[in-house]
Structures are given as C-alpha cells and as structure tokens.
C-alpha cells in the first residue's frame, strides 16, 4: 500500500505542476485576447490586420483546432488535467491503467501547448512596433485578465 501511495503522489506532483503551467499559460492568452479585443475598435489598417492575425493564433491555441480527430486547445487539456487531479486525490491507490495512460497523454499534450504560448509571447515584439506606429498600446502578456464579473462569485 506504501508503494501504492508513493505512484499516487508522484503521480499528483506531476499533474499539479501540468495543471499550474497550463493555467499561467492559459491566463496569458487570455488576457492578450481581451488587449486585442480592446484594442480592435481604434485599430485600423496594418495595426488592425496584425491584431485579427495575432488573435486568431491566441484563440487557436486557447480553443484547440476544430473537427473530428483534431487536436485540443490549452484550455481543454488544462480542464482535463485538473478533472483528473481532482480523482487522482481522491483515490485511496495508485491511478489505473486507464488514468495513467490519460495521465502520459496530457504530459505530452500540455508541454507542447505550452511551447507555443511561449512562442507567440516572444513573437510580440513586431506586434507591439505595428500598434505603436498606429498610436495604441502595446499587448502586455504580464498583465492579468479581466474576470467576467457574472462568474467571479461562482468559486
């Protein structure tokens, strides 16, 4: 039963620090997405193109591609991770067959999610070059979202 409860915390350990990454990740998508979506009324010509192009990538990696068979966004694969912490937790043993292999598949899938949040954060910098020649501000990845006021109460 020791050896059981130790696959279970490495197991929690893993999913937490996937779960705690995804979520940074996923915050600062969304925060650029409301920057855009601010931005967007004041934005025309090449500052206006830049933010449609930049937006759609965001929401690309937030939503994941669409169809059958295709792969999921960030926010998916961070709910999934944190759906299956929650059972994890709440075993008395280790993760099953099934759970593990879901496990290994989200290990996978989050990192690479992650990487290319990473990426398109680095990519900013022409971005923010574009608005400020159209006299807008600049897309601050540290700054955090807005929180829907109708769903802040809920948690």
């Not at 990454?21 to 500052?47: D, F, K």
């Amino acid at each position: 039963q020791v050896a059981g409860l130790g696959a279970q915390a490495t197991s929690l350990e893993a999913l937490y620090r996937a779960f705690d990454r995804s979520s940074a990740a996923l915050l600062v998508l969304q925060s650029l997405h409301q920057q855009i979506e601010a931005a967007r009324p004041a934005a025309a010509g090449a500052a206006r193109e830049a933010l449609e192009r930049y937006d759609h990538e965001c929401q690309q990696l937030i939503e994941g591609e669409k169809g059958e068979g295709a792969a999921p966004g960030l926010a998916t694969v961070q709910g999934r991770i944190e759906g299956l912490y929650g059972i994890v937790l709440r075993g008395d043993a280790p993760p099953t067959e099934a759970q593990a292999r879901g496990m290994e598949t989200l290990l996978r899938q989050a990192p690479s999610l992650i990487e290319r949040q990473e990426k398109l954060v680095a990519a900013l910098a022409p971005l923010n070059r574009t608005l400020k020649a159209a006299h807008l501000a600049p897309l601050n990845p540290a700054l955090a979202p807005v929180r829907d006021k109708s769903t802040a109460d809920e948690e």
